[in-house]
């Protein structure tokens, strides 16, 4: 699958959409198998709409484009919970000592993973990451924090593969 992921960088120093993309690069690489198999270096299918995908927070595009962005990671938050609904069901599974149940292998899999979302690992599903906060969970205060030092806040998109 792919999927538009952003990288948020910061920086006192005034970056190039090259040196930015390359600070983000650098961060996206440490993920290598982790959160993707293989990455493009743009915006991939999104560049019609994202351009070089290079925003720095002073533009509008950065604060809609990290919008979106956590709208998505919210949607998928909400679908592996939804999974999970039934969780008494996996529990009398568990219980009964029959772990080889199609559904609770499945519900093990949604467990683990709503664990790794809500506590801000990244993910392919994440969508964003803030790399020096080293998290993918953008709280309000973050939001706020890029809207009020605009000049040092980057967000670099890549179409990321996995």
């Not at 960088?9 to 650098?26: G, M, P, V, Y």
């Not at 959160?35 to 925003?55: A, I, L, M, Q, T």
Request: hydrophobic share 30%; charged share 30%; proline share 2%.
């Amino acid at each position: 699958m792919h999927y538009l992921t952003g990288i948020i960088i910061e920086s006192k120093d005034e970056l190039t959409n090259q040196k930015a993309r390359d600070r983000a690069r650098e961060i996206l690489d440490e993920f290598e198998y982790r959160v993707w198999d293989w990455y493009n270096d743009s915006p991939g299918r999104w560049s019609d709409e994202y351009g070089e995908g290079v925003f720095k927070a002073t533009n509008p595009i950065f604060h809609k484009t990290v919008k979106s962005l956590i709208d998505s990671q919210k949607t998928w938050y909400r679908t592996v919970a939804e999974k999970l609904k039934d969780i008494d069901y996996y529990k009398k599974v568990y219980e009964s000592g029959d772990t080889n149940e199609f559904p609770y292998q499945n519900a093990a899999w949604y467990l683990g993973y709503f664990a790794q979302c809500v506590s801000g690992e990244f993910t392919s599903e994440s969508y964003i990451y803030d790399a020096e906060k080293g998290t993918a969970f953008i709280t309000n205060n973050m939001l706020e924090e890029y809207h009020d030092n605009p000049d040092i806040y980057y967000l670099v998109l890549f179409d990321v593969h996995n």
